[in-house]
Every structure is written in structure tokens, then in C-alpha cells.
């Protein structure tokens, strides 16, 4: 028998199926229950986004667990941002210098696949169609109920909860000691809407696709129709079709999701609003009218786990709301630093759990901010001239002094500095870089030697970079 602790996993999602493969590469027993069918036997039920966005972060978790190839290999590439202006024009805001520095379109469905597979192939026990619905931590004993109802205990000393944003184990931690619990609810909604491969739209249409038949627009950008407020955003699929997700407030004031309760009058607004992506829409008014509108918020918790008998990691313990693309690559960036301390062997489980939350939670908080913070930036300032003028003169700078400057984003998203350092490095930069524009909207205004000067006076280098 192994002297190993065994782990009880809750949720079989994203994070719980690449943790549990963590874990049993490492030599650990595992079991998970996922409350949902075995998708590759049932078909993938999502919920959730269709497709996400993979950066650095989440690479470097599968590279770990040898899986980065296979996912890339049914991935689409993205660039950058292709901004879709109002009046009918579009460009392209490369993300990082040059193709080495990219962000992935992979499907939901696809991922969780392949992450079940290979955990699987790594010796996890998976039981579908089981959802925890309480925990006794006494005596270290789940309870699980089957789609039916049928409930059966399990033997859970140690339980890691990675079933989501609402999350039950969570739940039940929550009502044995109280975790300090605060949810934010951002007000804002979203509707996932579809654009089909190119051939099942006009010919007339497929002008913006740069040369692809099967894509009718761009297919390696993220696509952004910012409107202030608002927005659509649409990432690629594998098979030539994007799925489009419409953010809009979910009360209040026209335009807002009370304000358009069905396909009709969101119809109007499209054409009033997103005029050039309506017609790409064929399928708007079953979609608008079949799909949900979801519901998006921060969790923020004081405590993690309960000792050495339940832990919470990925959405379960730190749901962010989705603009920086980044609640996934969080999420996998934490199976790597548990499974690591775990398998190191050198402290407890307790000791483990501690060192995980006192790792992970001021990276959490602070990608939690950041992706707050860029909902406004897609959805406005990407058109907003000051912005813009940010953003060149940083890319000066990060040319000329590549050690002293980085853009916030690509520190989130192509490097593994930790989310604490970019959001306060970033901070510092923001405010230098307000500092030499002195309100001016013209980069080109900016004395670049003398700005350069400034920059290396006033912060210190950047740490060095590891690479993949
Ligand atoms: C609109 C939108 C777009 C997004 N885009 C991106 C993006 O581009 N990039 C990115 O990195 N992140 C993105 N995210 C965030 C990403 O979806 C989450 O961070 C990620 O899914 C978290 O994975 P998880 O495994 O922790 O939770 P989940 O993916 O929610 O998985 C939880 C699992 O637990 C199961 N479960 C739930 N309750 C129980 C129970 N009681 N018992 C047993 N099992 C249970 C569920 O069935 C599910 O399989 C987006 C999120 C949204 C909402």
C-alpha cells in the first residue's frame, strides 16, 4: 500500500481533471466525482464559454503535465485584437512583439476531453454522474447523489473542491467554519451568439477574412466591437466558425438585458449598434432567444482550506469575471504549484494546503483586479485616443528598454511573472506613462531619449524572464 495520501477531487472540469493528472503523475491515488455524464460518452454540456482563450500560463501547466502540444495542435492562434469601430472600420492591435507571443482559441468541450483522457491514462478513477452534496469533515465522508437522487456515501479524509464558481464543497466548508466568503456581482451579463464557417454565409460577406475560405472574418484575432458601455467580442473555432459573446449590462437604462428581453428587439439594437456583425449572424434570433443570459462576478475568500481535510482551488476558490482571459490559465497555474508542494514531500498536507493559499491568493486578488480593470479597457478605451497613446509610447519604451518596461498585459500573458508583481508593476508604469504625456493624445510628442531617462531613474529593471 502506498504511504500517500489519497485525494478526493469534486468537479472533474478544467482545473480538476489537469489537477488530478498532476496528482497521479506524482504518484498519488485519486478519485473524482463530476455531477455531470462523462462527455465523451454524453457529448460535452457546457454551461460556460464555448471556447477560451489559453496564454503562457495555462501552456506552461500543460507543458508540465506533457499535454501542450496536443492542445495546440486544435487550437487557433490569436495575434491580437481586432477592434471593430462603429463606424465600420477594423485594425489590428498586435498583443505581444511578434508570433512568439500569441493567445490560443481552444474549445471548451475539446480541452476537457483530452485533460480526462490523460488523466485517466494516468490512473485517476473517474465516477460521472455523482454531485457532492455534503460533507461530514468529523468523520471525513462525502455524500454524493446520483441524476436521479440516489445518494452514497464515500471516504473523503482529503477533498479538494474544484467543481467552480458555485462551488458545493465550498458550500460545505463554508457552514462547518466560515471562510470569509464576498462576491461581487458585476452587474454586467453575457450572451453567446454564433458566426458560422464562411460557407454557409453569402459569398458577398467573406471580404474580411484576409484570404481563409473557411473563416468569413480574421480567423487568428480576437475580435473586440467595443461601444463604451458594452460590447461583442468573438474568438475562432477550429472549423472555420467564431462564437460571439455580447456583454451588456443586465439592468438599467437602453442598452441593457431588461431592455431586450427577446430576439426582436435585440435584433434592432444589432443593427442600430453592431451593424457590420449582424449580418455574419444568421442564426441570431434562435441563439438570442435559446441562450441564457450568464451571470458574471469575483469571488474573494479569507481561507482556502479547512487544515488538512478540504481545499478549494480554481473557480472554486477565486471566480474572476472573464476580460482578461485568464480565469482558466489561473486555474492551471494553481494545479502546478499544489501538485508540486504536494508531491515534494517535504511538509504535511496541511502545511501544503497553507503554503498553496499563502502562494496563490495575492496572485488571485490580483489577477481578480486586472480582469475588472480590462472589461473598461475593451470595451472603451481600445477606441480612446489617450489610451492609445499609452499604449504606443509603451511599446517605445518597451523597445528601447526591453529591461526596464513591459506592457501589463504581456506580463499577464506571455510570462510567468507572478499576477501580484504585473499589477503593481503595471500600476507604476501607468503612472510614468501619464507622467511624460502630460495629457497630450500624440505619442510621437514624447522626448524618447529623455523618457527613457525618466524610466530607468524612476524603476528599477525587471526580473529576469523564464521561457517555456
Ligand atoms: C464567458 C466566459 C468566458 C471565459 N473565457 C476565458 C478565457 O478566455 N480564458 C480563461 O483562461 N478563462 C476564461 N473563463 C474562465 C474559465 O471558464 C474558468 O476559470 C474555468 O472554467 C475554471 O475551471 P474550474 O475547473 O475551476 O471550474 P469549472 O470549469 O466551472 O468546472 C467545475 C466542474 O465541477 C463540476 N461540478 C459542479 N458542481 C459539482 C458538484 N456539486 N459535484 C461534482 N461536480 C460538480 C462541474 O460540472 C464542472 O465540470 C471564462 C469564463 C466565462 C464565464
Redesign the pocket.
Known sequence: MSSKPSFTL???????ALLAQQLARRGFTVDV????ADPRVAGFAGG??IN??LAER?LQALRSAGLAEDVLRRAVMMRGRMVHTADGRSGLQRYGVDDSEVIWSVSRGGLNTLLLDAAEAAGVRFHFG???VAADFDAGRIRLADARGAEREHEAPVVIG???????LRAAMNAYRALGERTEWLGHG?KELEIPPAGQLPAALRGASGGHDQFVIEPNALHIWPRGGYMCIALPNTEGSFTV?LFLPAQGPHPSFATLPDAHAAEDFFRDDFADLLPLLPGFTRDYDAHPV?T?ATLYLDRWHLDDRALLV???AHAIV?FH?????C?FEDTVVLADLLGAGDRDTQAAFAEFQRIRQPNANAIAAMALENYVEMRDSVADPHYLAKRELGARLAERAPAHFMARYRMVTFTHLPYAYALERGRAQDVLLQQLLRGSSDAASVDLEAAVATLQATLPPLPPLRHG
Not at 469534486?10 to 480538476?16: E, F, Q, R
Not at 466525482?33 to 455531470?36: M, S, V
Not at 474544484?162 to 462551488?167: I, L, R, T
Request: avoid cysteine; proline fraction near 2%.
Open positions: 469534486i468537479g472533474g472540469g478544467l482545473v480538476g466525482f463530476e455531477k455531470r460556460r464559454s477560451l482563450a495555462g455523482q454531485a457532492l474544484a467543481d467552480g464558481a458555485g462551488s458545493a453575457y459573446t450568464g458574471l480554481g473557480d472554486a472573464p482571459g485568464q480565469g482558466m490559465n486555474g
